[in-house]
């Protein structure tokens, strides 16, 4: 089966620029994670689905984030106006909560470059 | 929050050494996992381990819940094995240590 998918790899845009990221996790998983990296803070979760619906939106750094999951194979996480600051990785992990391991597993991450 | 420490923050190896990664948290946990983030920034499962000793091939690792710290064992390392090692605790906040990075050396 193929792992989690993201795209772009890498973006790189203008700062007031709208920004989407998209992530298709792995089949059958029932929940889908949001991370961002950066070498500040390190890896922190930005918000959380389960079953499509937003759980835990609390590490959102701000309005201008919003992350939605339209069904159970895709998810967007848009950044709008985008800042210099908002430069980092971003990471969507996805696990089934139906297994007895309770393991995320991660995508390739999504190199967001704010000029 | 639960907070969670790594050490060494740095650890440089030659070829073949064996090393130890420790990992501190400060709450009773019912998750922990071993991560590795290779060079090219790719996050890896290591170990799912909330409790107890599991190995994979030069890996182990050993998590002592009663006592709020987990112990990654790398043997006979290669250089394959550069990267940064994250342990992360939580059920679905999953919160990451700052992270162990490994050199190893030919």
């Known amino acids: 089966d193929a792992g989690v998918i993201q795209s772009p790899r890498h973006e790189v845009t203008e700062m007031g620029q709208e920004v989407t990221l998209r992530c298709k996790p792995i089949?059958?998983?029932?929940?889908l994670f949001w991370y961002r990296q950066t070498m500040m803070r390190g890896l922190e979760l930005l918000i959380y689905?389960?079953?499509?619906?937003?759980?835990?939106d609390s590490g959102m750094p701000e309005d201008r984030f919003s992350a939605k999951m339209p069904n159970a194979s895709f998810s967007t996480l848009k950044i709008q106006p985008s800042e210099p600051r908002d430069s980092a990785v971003y990471f969507c992990?996805?696990?089934?909560?139906?297994?007895?391991?309770?393991?995320?597993?991660f995508g390739p991450g999504t190199r967001l470059t704010v000029l | 929050g639960i907070q969670v420490e790594q050490s060494p923050p740095d650890l440089i190896l030659q070829e073949g050494a064996n090393s130890t990664l420790r990992c501190n948290f400060s709450?009773?946990?019912?998750?922990l996992q071993w991560f590795h983030q290779n060079p090219w920034g790719q996050l890896i499962n290591l170990f799912y381990?909330?409790?107890g000793t599991k190995q994979n091939g030069r890996l182990s690792a050993t998590t002592v819940a009663t006592e709020r710290y987990s112990l990654l064992y790398i043997s006979s390392s290669q250089t394959t094995d550069s990267g940064v090692y994250f342990c992360?605790?939580?059920?679905?906040?999953?919160?990451f240590g700052a992270g162990t990075r490994l050199t190893v050396k030919p």
């Open positions: 992990a996805s696990k089934d909560s139906k297994r007895d391991q309770d393991t995320q597993y």
């Open positions: 089949s059958g998983h029932d929940y």
């Open positions: 689905f389960n079953n499509n619906v937003p759980i835990d």
């Open positions: 709450d009773s946990v019912n998750n």
């Open positions: 381990i909330p409790s």
């Open positions: 992360a605790v939580g059920y679905n906040d999953m919160r």
